[in-house]
């Protein structure tokens, strides 16, 4: 009988060494699970004739795309004269971005997510071009996710601003949208070289005579909706 009850206390030992055993290692497995921070933006044109270039979305913690009275990067240069999102996708103080799948036509909406691991965001921004325009372009510029909840929303709207890199000629061969199928980027610098709000669209109809663009052409502000919702 004593052998047997040695038997069994050996065993029941082992037992609970093994649930354990086990337990550190659901502890250790759940650790090394990285966390998802997800984020959709619903994108709205409210313009009447402007469509907007593929929007690009990026995530990070700190700088901005752009600011008021300063220089335009190269980078939204490009995107403000052609719709090339590339290099504001790819920017150095980027953690996580994405571009909107094509070209968001007047009154339409287009939903584009983007996600990081394990660091949490602190600001997401969103930039896109007016392709009926020399270099004009709006968005959001570094707002503030951190508190955000899962499922929680907020929303924006915006006007539009000058990139200041490319005279608002409104001139034939130097617009890239469907109103003239004209130029896009040129590293030549030929306006202000500081973005601002944009002046507007004159247009032929107003007495710019060299213009390829009409009153339809015209933009009101705001000129885009964001809505941001925090995914998980």
Known sequence: MKTKNILYSVTAISALCFLSACDSDNDDNTEMMP??????????????????SPVAVV?????????IGESASVALETMAESGDNSGLLDGTNVMASASGAGVV???MSETIMVSV????????????????????????NAIDISSLAVDES??????VYDAGTEKNSEMMGTIPGPAD????????????????M?????SADDGLSTSVLTQAHKFDNPSVSF????ME
């Open 59 to 67: 995530l990070h913690n700190e700088g901005y795309l752009w600011q």
């Open 154 to 159: 907020v929303t924006f709207t915006a006007g």
């Open 227 to 230: 809505t941001i919702t925090r």
């Open 198 to 202: 944009h002046p507007g669209v004159v």
């Open 117 to 140: 691991e394990d660091t949490m965001p602190m600001y997401l921004s969103v930039a896109t071009m007016l392709v009926n325009t020399n270099d004009a372009f709006t968005g959001l």
């Open 181 to 196: 199928s004209g130029e896009g980027f040129n590293a030549a610098r030929d306006d202000v070289d500081v973005v601002s």
């Open 105 to 107: 036509m007047p009154s």
């Open 35 to 52: 966390t998802t921070y997800s984020y959709q933006v619903a994108v709205k044109n409210l313009t009447y004739a402007q469509p907007i």
